[in-house]
């Protein structure tokens, strides 16, 4: 019998979705406003934190799937892989449509195949299938043996930076910049995830308010010394302590509090939600451009403007829950529910619906 999963899962997954949301809105509102506010420091502080807790999570829940027969296991890796390859050819496909209103020259069949290929704005999707993959091979190549991996991916994590700058310019498509960087960053999570996630959950389960009180001061005084930094092992630093941090949040905040059931709600829609605002924000991007006058008023006031942005956010996230809940009850739930694809037995498909 699968053991039911603990409530933290999923209230630390509703926060990084959150926090990816109210990232890209701010990110999108900057392009109006030369001005920075509030929230947009919120989001760029819980930037070591947002991804990194994702695969951190990520890498716990892949524990379940590298325990599955070898033909559950491949075919839900194939199903993630599917949802990366469905929606990233949505999403490309607005640059035809903007190309046959605005009479531009629209991007080739090998752009368009290339940017499939590579990691560009639905990284992460690409992410989920890549590590599985890679953790897999780990085991079954070296064993159970977790410090050589740890010790390539801590490399990758220290030399993200570097390969991004020298990818970026090589590398160059119409739909998006190719997201190295952030791969070879995140995988250390993931990998910490899968080999030591028991001791992430001992941490929540053991947290106090002394702990608490003492990583939220570190965690402070490091974002503050390190303010503007972007070199990889000041975000390495800062990924740690966040993490150590919020575990023992996670263990304190009581489960039944509203803010807690709210987070879990949006952590059972997180693909959804990934998927689907990005998808908005970039559809209505161009519509909103063509308001930028009106939306002067806004940058008047720092309180308006961070209304608009937690507004926003909120509002992106409540309609990206609800439709990821009912695609997932749908017939079309294979869209953002990885699948066993045939390859398992009739009775297990059955039952992982």
């Known amino acids: 019998m699968q053991k039911p999963r603990l409530d933290w899962i999923d209230a630390g997954r509703g926060f990084c979705g959150v926090g990816v949301v109210l990232y890209h809105v701010c990110d999108w509102f900057s392009e109006f406003s030369p001005d920075r506010f509030l929230l947009q420091d919120v989001a760029l502080a819980l930037a070591p934190?947002?991804?990194?807790?994702?695969f951190l999570i990520s890498g716990i829940l892949s524990q379940n799937i590298h325990k599955a027969p070898v033909e559950?296991?491949?075919?839900r890796i194939v199903g993630l892989l599917f949802i990366y390859l469905?929606?990233?050819?949505?999403?490309?496909s607005r640059s035809f449509l903007i190309t046959l209103a605005t009479g531009e020259t629209a991007p080739t069949v090998g752009e368009f195949l290339t940017a499939l290929a590579i990691p560009t704005i639905y990284w992460f999707l690409l992410c989920l299938p890549l590590f599985n993959v890679l953790i897999i091979l780990c085991k079954n190549r070296i064993g159970p043996h977790p410090w050589p991996v740890l010790l390539v991916a801590l490399a990758m994590a220290l030399l993200s930076n570097v390969a991004q700058q020298r990818v970026e310019p090589?590398?160059?498509?119409?739909?998006?910049?190719?997201q190295v960087g952030p791969i070879l960053f995140n995988f250390i999570w993931f990998a910490l995830g899968a080999y030591f996630g028991e001791i992430y959950k001992r941490i929540v389960q053991q947290a106090n308010g002394v702990r608490l009180l003492l990583t939220?001061?570190?965690c402070t005084?490091?974002?503050?010394a390190s303010w503007g930094s972007d070199a990889a092992g000041v975000r390495l630093i800062k990924s740690i302590l966040l993490l150590w941090f919020f575990a023992n949040l996670l263990g304190m905040i009581p489960g039944r509090l509203a803010i807690m059931r709210i987070f879990k709600s949006v952590?059972?829609?997180?693909?959804?939600?990934?998927?689907?605002?990005?998808?908005i924000i970039a559809g209505v991007g161009?519509?909103?451009r063509i308001m930028a006058p009106p939306l002067d008023a806004i940058h008047q006031s720092s309180i308006v403007a961070n209304g608009v942005i937690l507004g926003v956010t909120v509002f992106l996230t409540v309609i990206c829950v609800v439709a990821g809940q009912w695609l997932s009850n749908s017939r079309f739930s294979w869209l953002i529910v990885p699948r066993y694809w045939g390859r398992a037995p009739r009775a297990e498909r059955r039952e992982a619906v």
């Not at 090589?170 to 190719?178: A, L, Q, R």
């Not at 959804?272 to 605002?277: A, D, M, R, W």
């Open 267 to 279: 952590g059972k829609q997180t693909l959804p939600l990934y998927i689907f605002h990005i998808l």
């Open 49 to 54: 934190l947002r991804m990194p807790l994702f």
């Open 170 to 178: 090589m590398v160059t498509n119409t739909f998006g910049h190719v």
């Open 216 to 218: 939220g001061l570190l």
């Open 72 to 75: 559950k296991r491949d075919a």
């Open 86 to 92: 469905f929606w990233s050819c949505i999403l490309f």
């Open 286 to 288: 161009g519509l909103i």
């Open 221 to 224: 005084f490091v974002i503050w």
